[in-house]
């Protein structure tokens, strides 16, 4: 299993360009995250999807977008970057049910440079 | 409010000593607890989590966690650290437990552990 790969690793936009973070996982996870992380902060969560056609706001929505048409894609849509939106982001899955809390997974991150 | 805290920015051992890093938190309810190490430019691993049970978790590479309900705390521990464990560590406790749980975490800012040979 690749386990939850991110492309791209690496981009630099100009402000008020727009881009798609990708993300995949093939562990049949039913959940899977977008979070930021940004120095001295930790990580900070942008959106999560519960499954296939459902998504909900984290923490930090503003500025971005998301859709789930399958289990296993959840891209990321930043469609008019600001330099604050400079960061890390990693995606992550993981498999809930009954109720009990199950493991996140993180991707390997996308760093993203607006200037 | 649910929150964690890791008080250290950065902790300091001499390789072969015992390492500590310190995390509290604070949530309502039954805490589910975390941890996570991220090396450089790579993504969270994780480690090892505190569900219910013995207080004293084990994960993986030689890391336990000790959970204490009466102090909040929810400290990771290996009682020989290695030069290789130098890295940046996040605690994390999980917001909602039971017919809530959407699995959304929330994240201590992260202790750098440097281990020096």
């Known amino acids: 299993n690749a386990g939850v790969t991110q492309t791209p690793k690496f981009r630099i936009l100009k402000i008020g360009q727009s881009m798609t973070l990708q993300c995949a996982q093939d562990m049949n996870h039913n959940y899977m995250y977008w979070y930021r992380q940004d120095p001295g902060m930790g990580l900070k969560l942008i959106y999560y999807?519960?499954?296939?056609?459902?998504?909900d706001k984290g923490e930090v929505p503003n500025g971005y977008n998301v859709s789930r048409s399958t289990t296993e894609d959840f891209p990321l849509r930043l469609e008019l970057a600001a330099p604050s939106q400079t960061s890390v982001y990693f995606c992550?899955?993981?498999?809930?049910?009954?109720?009990?809390?199950?493991?996140?997974?993180f991707g390997p991150g996308t760093r993203l440079l607006v200037l | 409010a649910q929150s964690v805290a890791q008080p250290e920015d950065q902790v300091n051992v001499a390789e072969g000593n015992p390492l500590t890093v310190k995390c509290t938190y604070s949530v309502s309810g039954n805490p589910y607890l975390f941890w996570y190490v991220q090396y450089p430019n790579r993504g969270l691993q994780f480690l090892l989590k505190?569900?219910?049970?013995?207080?004293l978790v084990k994960g993986s590479y030689g890391f336990e966690a000790e959970f204490n309900k009466s102090q909040t705390s929810f400290h990771l521990k290996k009682p020989s650290a290695l030069v290789s464990d130098s890295a940046l560590y996040f605690c994390?406790?999980?917001?909602?437990?039971?017919?809530?749980?959407?699995?959304?975490?929330?994240f201590g800012q992260g202790t750098t552990l440097q281990v020096k040979p």
């Open positions: 992550a899955s993981s498999y809930i049910a009954g109720g009990l809390p199950g493991t996140q997974y």
């Open positions: 505190y569900i219910t049970g013995d207080n």
């Open positions: 994390a406790v999980l917001r909602g437990a039971g017919s809530s749980n959407t699995g959304k975490l929330i």
């Open positions: 999807s519960v499954g296939a056609g459902i998504t």
